[in-house]
């Protein structure tokens, strides 16, 4: 019985690391465009599904995003070129209104909320400061809007602030004539900050036209350690389980 106990009480452990790790301070959410860019709106906080955005436009500097419970953390956003931003044949189409977008939410998990992704930026460059150099974060990008001149905007990180080299990038269909991405994202996996702690982040049409991006999402990698210790709790509650 007191083998039992013991077991039961890793597992909640285990339970409690798990939500810790993906839930407080580990995810951050960031809505391209807000009330005061143009035709833009704000993310209500929290949103339905109970999580927090940080939306942001070309005109100011934000020192403190929110992580998805709505608590600060160290990191830190500013754009360094922006080429416009609007919500016209995005995905509400020409209806100027967020009740009016056309997504996939539950395929988009996180981004697929109306007012996150009904604005967007056209081919911007920015950065994303006070992040770990020594740890990995992975960004999951939506870009949607129909009628393009370049259907696929790639999304590219770069060493520094002239985005002159670029080290790795994504891409991602966002519209073929008529009809705009509803349910696709694009990937950065497991990306290094620079050593200034900075990720750069530049996006265009992967054939050098106009490129879109509608909102993002920053996820911390957990370390080694850590996946090992939630994998040993998970083993040990599964073995509980299966005992007789």
């Keep these: 019985m007191k083998t039992h106990k013991h077991l039961r009480l890793l597992a ?11 839930a407080r301070g580990q995810i951050v959410l960031i809505d391209f465009g807000n009330s005061s ?32 419970s709505g608590n600060p953390t160290s990191m830190k956003l500013g754009f360094d070129s922006a080429t416009g931003t609007d919500y016209y044949n995005g995905p509400s189409g020409a209806t100027q209104d967020p009740n009016a977008v056309v997504i996939n939410a539950a395929a988009l998990g996180n981004l697929g909320v109306n007012q996150a992704v009904y604005d967007y930026y056209v081919s911007s460059s920015f950065q994303i400061q006070g992040l770990d150099p020594a740890k990995a974060y992975d960004l999951t ?3 949607s809007h129909k009628y393009n001149t370049d259907n696929v905007t790639r999304y590219g990180i770069y060493t520094d602030s002239t985005y ?18 509803q349910d696709t994202v694009a990937m950065l996996s497991a990306v290094s900050p620079q050593a200034d702690g900075i990720i750069y982040l530049k996006f265009q049409g992967a054939n050098g036209s106009l490129g879109y991006l509608n909102d993002m999402q920053v996820s911390l990698v957990p ?10 709790g998970l083993g040990c509650f599964i073995a509980r389980r299966r005992r007789p």
């Design 223 to 232: 370390e080694p350690s850590t996946v090992a210790l939630i994998g040993l």
């Design 12 to 22: 909640t452990a285990t339970a409690a690391l798990v939500f810790t790790l993906t």
């Design 164 to 181: 002159s080299t670029r080290i790795t990038y994504a891409d991602l269909t966002v519209g073929i004539n008529g009809a705009h991405n």
């Design 37 to 68: 860019s143009y035709r833009g709106v704000n993310v209500s906080n929290p949103d339905v599904n109970g999580h927090y955005w940080n939306s942001v436009w070309s005109g100011a500097y934000y020192p403190a995003l929110l992580d998805i």
């Design 141 to 143: 990008l939506f870009g």
